[in-house]
């Protein structure tokens, strides 16, 4: 079975400091790919970041990054420079075999 | 094309009733996905589609739900005999090529009284 499991269900930041968010997955699957969604308050939910398995490099997307750990089936999400445009609620996610496997969520609060 | 659209945002129905939904994927894509995301939970997949084949169906997904996507564009869901447990946001996402990156609609929240 696929699961996700993002252990904060909150997290909180100062406006310009930098916050991890973490994620966990498992499966026996060897090609997948890995997600962070963004969903703020009342919106609909949008791409932040996404990862191959099967490349090394961790990937980045101007302020967001991720620290992929593939033999840990770990895949953080690094926000810098916090900005409380940020805050929302983030999805770690997880694609094979046609489906897609969401954690639960953490709740991110950017302190102005 | 501005997005994926979603038709009723809000549907307030009574135990027992059927009640569809339509998604309208961004235009050139071909993958069709419908999620179920309860309050403080992330989304739960209930169904793909490949152009107009349902390739994918959850176990979640009970015998009174049913999905069709005619002619590989927009899709329906429909719910026949709601209960309280099928109270929920349905979420329609679509996606083009090998990246998986799924563009989401902005959901159909169902009220079951």
């Known amino acids: 079975a696929q699961t996700v499991t993002q252990s904060q269900p909150e997290m909180s930041v100062q406006e310009a400091e930098t916050v991890t968010l973490s994620c966990t997955y498992d499966?026996?699957?060897?090609?997948?790919?890995l997600f962070w969604y963004k969903q703020p308050p009342s919106r609909q939910m949008i791409l932040v970041i996404r990862?191959?398995?099967?490349?090394?490099q961790n990937a980045t997307e101007n302020r967001f990054s991720v620290n992929f750990q593939k033999a840990a089936k770990s895949f953080s999400l690094k926000i810098s420079d916090s900005q409380l445009g940020d805050a929302a609620m983030y999805f770690c996610?997880?694609?094979?075999?046609?489906?897609?496997?969401f954690g639960t969520g953490t709740s991110l609060t950017v302190i102005p | 094309d501005t997005g994926v659209s979603q038709d009723p945002r809000h549907k307030i129905t009574k135990r027992g009733q059927n009640v569809t939904f339509r998604c309208d994927p961004i235009?050139?894509?071909?993958?069709l996905y419908w999620y179920r995301q309860t309050l403080g939970q992330g989304p739960e997949f209930l169904t793909y589609?490949?152009?107009?084949?349902?390739?994918?169906k959850s176990r979640l997904l009970s015998d009174r739900f049913s999905a069709e996507r005619p002619k590989g564009s927009f899709s329906t869901l429909e719910i026949q005999r709601t209960e309280q447990g099928d109270s929920a946001m349905y979420l329609c996402?679509?996606?083009f090529g090998q990246g998986h990156e799924q563009y989401f609609g902005p959901g159909t929240r169902l009220t079951v009284t």
């Open positions: 996402a679509s996606s």
């Open positions: 499966t026996s699957e060897s090609d997948y790919y």
């Open positions: 990862q191959e398995a099967y490349k090394q």
């Open positions: 996610a997880f694609y094979t075999g046609n489906q897609f496997y």
């Open positions: 235009s050139e894509h071909n993958r």
């Open positions: 589609f490949q152009n107009e084949a349902q390739l994918e």
